[in-house]
């Protein structure tokens, strides 16, 4: 089944798009706001990670138009900037990570349900990301936990963890205006 403009896949995907660019919003306020508070590591993480997000929301972006369809780019949602804690920013990157993870998995089911086989195999790649990304988002909560208050820890942790940085997936979908 070919996909078209008013497909729930389709739909859900350009819902995404938006829900990406938040969140690559959302990762550069928790970025700034690490890096007022001179935790230099963590910020590098979020400020990658909003880089990430922008990708992301790109790829769908040049899949609708590789698919000939109607793209409209979104303004984002709402951001949160002030935090009482690490700890609580990084809960709500890892509460992101989880939504988002619901929203692609909402997407490869519709996509399914239609039929959309190209649908279906560009929401693949997502699902694979989604596992690496809840992963690290709560691999780094526990770190923040396990340093009990101690941000030089976190900091320590992230520096060490820099050593043995993988590159970006080289599957991952064109991306509209190439990757940065």
Do not use: C
């Not at 790109?58 to 899949?63: E, F, R, T």
């Amino acid at each position: 089944m070919a996909e078209t403009q008013r497909s729930k896949f389709s739909g859900l995907l350009r819902e995404q798009i938006r829900h990406e660019f938040t969140a690559a919003q959302q990762y550069i306020a928790l970025a700034v706001w690490l890096d007022a508070r001179d935790l230099p590591r963590l910020a590098k993480r979020f400020y990658r990670q909003a880089i990430e997000e922008r990708n992301h929301a790109l790829a769908m972006v040049q899949y609708l138009l590789d698919r000939d369809q109607p793209v409209t780019i979104p303004a984002s949602g709402e951001v949160r900037n002030d935090f009482s804690s690490v700890h609580e920013a990084i809960e709500l990157a890892l509460t992101q990570e989880r939504t988002v993870t619901a929203d692609i998995e909402a997407m490869a089911k519709a996509a399914r349900a239609e039929e959309d086989y190209l649908g279906e195999q560009f929401v693949h790649w997502f699902l694979k990301e989604q596992v690496e990304e809840v992963a690290r988002m709560t691999t780094l909560l526990t770190v923040v936990e396990r340093a009990g208050g101690n941000l030089f820890e976190i900091e320590s942790h992230l520096y060490r963890e820099s050593a043995t940085e993988v590159e970006e997936a080289p599957d991952m979908p064109p991306v509209a205006g190439g990757k940065l």
